[in-house]
């Protein structure tokens, strides 16, 4: 059965828009061993939404419109499909009655043009929209399914949870088991070249690397007729033999991002970090301070933009600044244990480097980056150098410096 | 004419991804008086994309079909558009001659699978890809120019811009003239109101409100057949009088984010900045330092997480936080005034508040801030109470301060 999806609106013919909806609606249809074959974007354009509903007509089993429901001259979406169908429009009165409602229980009269919300396709069934005036509706057309939903996610998406999914649970093919796993610390190519032999050879199971500077996630996902078949035992079992080669550079295999698995890790283990931060300029600590909680475990962050500031907020010695820079081995060592040292905190943790676009030289390129961390007995230094723009070599810093702290955190034992 | 936009992979009907390569197109297009009709998105799959191809051929003028050059056997875009032309497939010696040279240069044989990359539609017209092995081809049949172009953003924007654009100037139908205007410290019906009534009444001429918590931008554009005509003076007079109603909540109209206005007007003012957060966690200092060149203004930051912190750092009296909470109009002035003099910054820029998604109170709700802003002669604290989630709190936090920062910046005199 082929499904496609239809998007209305001159806003998504613009520069500025892309139909996100249809992310959802395609995770919810693979939920089901359902894809979509077919994505058509329409403006407010009658001849064009009326001929690309009558192209789809013949083609799709099950064909999802969204968009132009509302109360104006734009919103054409009824009136082109009821014409595509060959159909009357049919006046609600129950319908009115709800729009009129809703406008009364906010204190106001309900305008003119919502009454046009109100036309129902002759033979359709209304669905319920509980955040907006604009009603789904839902139409057996010959051996096409249809449904009309509104554009805004925040009706849309709970419309099709409450009213179009029951519908389509007689289309399931089965269950769709998922995994993903959050990588750093390895290139896409590296990650690849340690699991190309792994990939699914099967339709049922896929397998999607999302790459970005600092972080790799792979997507997998297994479609089985029954719960417990080969496709959703076999994506067990993929995903033990990717976490194995690929080692502790799997940090999550949850969805969780790495401030979240570092921030559950220091609070298991009832530790204390703080931070000291140059080319990052408090993004380390901004992410580490992104989870709600972490005031349980982060104590506090010093942002030693100057050099001046290294030395009299952390300790870092002026000379070994004059001798070796800011952005050296000794300095990301002193930086951090100077903040662990300063806060009583049980880790210190210090990025410097160079974010560029400006200030490299052949000895220290734009991307360099050292990253500290402090405990009890000793510091720890990474040199690495980043590619990319100057937020993407920050982001990465940032990433390094997470990933330094969790891979000692995995090994220590919680309280 | 209408224009169309086809874009061809699997990828692209699977919850992760979107066409993001149509953007930039239709602003391209837009540039050129021309408007996109219908974007339709397709698998790789040879029967989908062969009727994609047939349907549109008959109404398209322009046809952008991009995706589906690259080597595998998943690419059929060549293939399906031949077949949709009904013409030949072409061995080109030069071609392969290119592809064979482009493996060379990086130490290694071209594989085999990318012999089929040479292959181009008869009467076809050869568009040179410097940046990738999947040359694209421009082909006119009939009425409709019909461009095939890579699917990854690299190799397709320098393509287009050297390739594509000198073609599609003979349809342009005049000039297009844009502003972009920044605002913040306004609600989107706040903006609304104030301008409704200046939407522009011609399709020459667009305005576009983009709104995110903290920031709305309106996008104007105007088209005009020849510059200085009327639509094109029309959207200068437009941006003036926005300008003129919305008056400093505009903080740019150059496309310029709030981080890099302020960071212009410290350099500009040479005057020197330390930040002091507490539920920002380090973003506001992050922001101001993702700006290249801020090591020049930005002295140092702290993030005072915990209540001792904030005492043992910024001087923030032990009885003041006991008497009026670490979230108060007393607590942020100390703040900004203790990081002042605690660095000699000339300004001292501080937020202190409740980011939830716990910690509110009947008295303190979620998204209680106090930013405040200390110079010589006295510090102004300003109260917000943001909506939203933790981090759309914390941005608008970010966004507040560094506005506050900017209002007295821009009434100081440039040195």
Not at 89 to 103: A, K, M, T, V
Request: charged share 25%; glycine share 12%.
């Amino acid at each position: 059965m082929k499904i496609e999806i239809l998007a209305v609106g001159s806003e998504l013919l613009s520069p500025f828009f892309l139909d996100t909806n249809s992310l959802f609606l395609t995770r919810r249809l693979n939920d089901l061993g359902l894809d979509v074959s077919l994505k058509t974007i329409i403006g407010d354009d009658h001849d064009d939404l009326l001929n690309g509903i009558r192209n789809a007509l013949p083609r799709a089993g099950l064909l999802l419109i969204m968009g132009g429901l509302g109360p104006t001259s734009d919103d054409i979406t009824r009136d082109a499909c009821a014409e595509a169908l060959g159909k009357k429009l049919l006046f609600d009165q129950n319908l009115i009655q709800g729009i009129e409602e809703r406008f009364r229980r906010r204190g106001k009269d309900m305008p003119a043009s919502n009454r046009k919300q109100a036309f129902i396709i002759e033979g359709a069934e209304v669905l319920v929209n509980k955040n907006g005036t604009a009603p789904g509706q839902w139409i057996v057309h010959g051996g096409t399914r249809i449904a009309l939903l509104p554009g805004p996610p925040n009706e849309l998406v709970p419309m099709f949870e409450e009213c179009v999914w029951p519908k389509l649970e007689g289309l399931r093919r089965g269950v769709t088991t998922r995994r993903t796993l959050h990588i750093t610390g390895m290139t896409e190519s590296e990650v690849e070249n340690h699991i190309s032999d792994l990939y699914p050879k099967t339709p049922e199971s896929r397998l999607t690397i999302l790459s970005s500077p600092g972080q790799i996630e792979l997507h997998l996902s297994a479609f089985s007729k029954t719960p417990g078949d080969a496709a959703s035992t076999g994506i067990e079992a993929l995903t033990i033999e990717i976490k194995r080669r690929l080692g502790d550079a799997v940090f999550s295999s949850t969805g969780e991002d790495l401030e979240t698995v570092v921030g559950r890790l220091l609070g298991e283990r009832q530790k204390t970090l703080a931070t000291a931060e140059s080319c990052t300029g408090g993004l380390l600590a901004g992410r580490i301070t992104s989870v709600s909680g972490s005031s349980k475990y982060f104590r506090e962050g010093f942002i030693t933009y100057a050099d001046a500031a290294k030395n009299a907020r952390l300790g870092v010695p002026q000379d070994m600044l004059a001798a070796h820079g800011a952005v050296s081995r000794e300095v990301a060592g002193a930086m951090a244990s100077g903040v662990r040292e300063k806060t009583g905190a049980y880790f210190g943790l210090a990025v410097t480097g160079i974010a560029g676009p400006s200030g490299g030289t052949p000895e220290k390129p734009i991307g360099l980056v050292y990253t500290a961390l402090s405990r009890e007995g000793g510091v720890d230094v990474q040199k690495s150098v980043f590619l990319g723009k100057r937020n993407q070599v920050r982001f990465q810093a940032t990433q390094k410096a997470l990933d330094m702290l969790r891979r000692v955190l995995v090994e220590t034992r919680p309280k």
